[in-house]
């Protein structure tokens, strides 16, 4: 895997711990939109030390390609965070599979950058980490999310009951696939 990868308008590249602030910044502005479709946070969440801390632990996933988060910015736009996704559950053969995960800032929504970015991460990870399929998991009233996988070309499988804890609570989830061609 390489740490930048680039699509037509943008640029999504691996983070180190000197970003550190740009990501607490992009989280916290984005709060109320993410918070609603995530597991709770510990108090810590929004400070300095503890991004920090995250970041230096993806870094270190991202190099034994346990997890990988990128961060997505606009071409000529280094230091504004626009988006992340991110591929965790990876495992390699037989079952050449991972989850991915994404979010985007609420000022960049429906003008095409997370469908673009998304696209781009796939193919970057199912050519680089030679996957065979992507799985998603989709609250069923996150349109916004279904509208874009299915974009993509991810096929809804089923509906996993009390699937993920979200806010305290065991929320139902729509899952997603996506297979190499």
Do not use: W
């Amino acid at each position: 895997m390489k740490f930048i990868y680039e699509s037509k308008r943008l640029i999504l590249k691996i983070l180190t711990s000197d970003k550190a602030e740009d990501v607490l910044q992009f989280l916290y502005r984005n709060r109320y939109r993410f918070e609603p479709y995530e597991a709770e946070k510990p108090n810590s969440y929004y400070t300095l030390a503890y991004q920090r801390d995250n970041l230096k632990g993806e870094f270190n996933s991202f190099k034994n390609l346990k997890y990988i988060r990128f961060f997505v910015f606009k071409k000529g736009n280094d230091n504004d965070i626009i988006g992340t996704i991110s591929f965790s559950n990876i495992l390699s053969y037989p079952f050449s599979c991972a989850t991915i995960g994404y979010k985007f800032d609420k000022d960049y929504l429906h003008l095409g950058y997370a469908t673009e970015a998304v696209a781009c991460a796939i193919l970057a990870v199912f050519r680089d980490l030679d996957l065979h399929r992507i799985e998603a998991y989709v609250m069923p009233n996150n349109t916004s999310s279904i509208k874009l996988l299915e974009r993509i070309g991810f096929e809804q499988e089923g509906l996993c009951h009390q699937n993920i804890c979200i806010c305290g609570k065991y929320e139902d989830h729509l899952r997603f696939s996506l297979i190499k061609n």
